[in-house]
T-cell receptor, first 115, second 115 residues
Framework: GAVVSQHPSRVICKSGTSVKIECRSL??????MFWYRQFPKKSLMLMAT?????????EQGVEKDKFLINHASLTLSTLTVTSAHPEDSSFYIC???????????FGSGTRLTVV | AQKVTQAQTEISVVEKEDVTLDCVYE???????LFWYKQPPSGELVFLIR??????QNEISGRYSWNFQKSTSSFNFTITASQVVDSAVYFC????????????FGTGTQLKVEL
């Protein structure tokens, strides 16, 4: 149980285009989802927290207009990287918190390459 | 400040050796949760254990064991008789009730198990 599906696993896009990454909780309802970014050989950096039906809370230094987060239902959150540039290339990973539980499960990650 | 420190950046061992990964945390909260995750080369984060601050019992799961010491604010992870498949990055993480549902990650320890 408590599976989070993240798609796509890999994406290559051209500079200036937008890319959408989906994170779905398959067998539970996730009131809160989190989006992380991970640089090579580095830890996970929390970008934002998304709560179903409300605006995402972004961490300091994360551009809200570049990284658009939508959490329209209890099972789906999306991260859209707008007007992507090569410096946005990274590994993005989502996480969902179980309802009323202190458990977290992670998606399999998306490797974004902007050329 | 809430912080997780994994001082060991990289550890290399020979198969069948025991290895301990250190994790030291800081928090002002009395109620908190500690986690260990494994990140193999494929990138996904695999949940290993969650421990709450009121449960200091050590835990053993197969070749894995965890030592939680509140007196030293440590939550160390030992792999007994390591195997090549244990090669991965291991992250320790902290959740505290006053932290907005966020996990705070350590910087990770890269474990390499060689034949």
């Amino acid at each position: 149980g408590a599976v989070v599906s993240q798609h796509p696993s890999r994406v290559i896009c051209k500079s200036g285009t937008s890319v959408k990454i989906e994170c779905r909780s398959l067998d539970f309802q996730a009131t809160t989802m989190f989006w992380y970014r991970q640089f090579p050989k580095k830890s996970l950096m929390l970008m934002a927290t998304s709560n179903e039906g409300s605006k995402a809370t972004y961490e300091q230094g994360v551009e809200k207009d570049k990284f658009l987060i939508n959490h329209a239902s209890l099972t789906l959150s999306t991260l859209t990287v707008t007007s992507a540039h090569p410096e946005d290339s990274s590994f993005y990973i989502c996480s969902a918190r179980f309802r009323n539980n202190y458990g977290y499960t992670f998606g399999s990650g998306t490797r974004l390459t902007v050329v | 400040a809430q912080k997780v420190t994994q001082a060991q950046t990289e550890i290399s061992v020979v198969e069948k050796e025991d290895v301990t990964l250190d994790c030291v945390y800081e928090t002002r909260d009395t109620t908190y949760y500690l986690f260990w995750y494994k990140q193999p080369p494929s990138g996904e984060l695999v949940f290993l254990i969650r421990r709450n601050s009121f449960d200091e019992q050590n835990e053993i799961s197969g070749r894995y064991s965890w030592n939680f010491q509140k007196s030293t604010s440590s939550f160390n992870f030992t792999i007994t008789a390591s195997q090549v498949v244990d090669s991965a990055v291991y992250f320790c993480a902290l959740f505290f009730t006053g932290g907005g549902n966020k996990l705070t990650f350590g910087t990770g320890t890269q474990l390499k198990v060689e034949l």
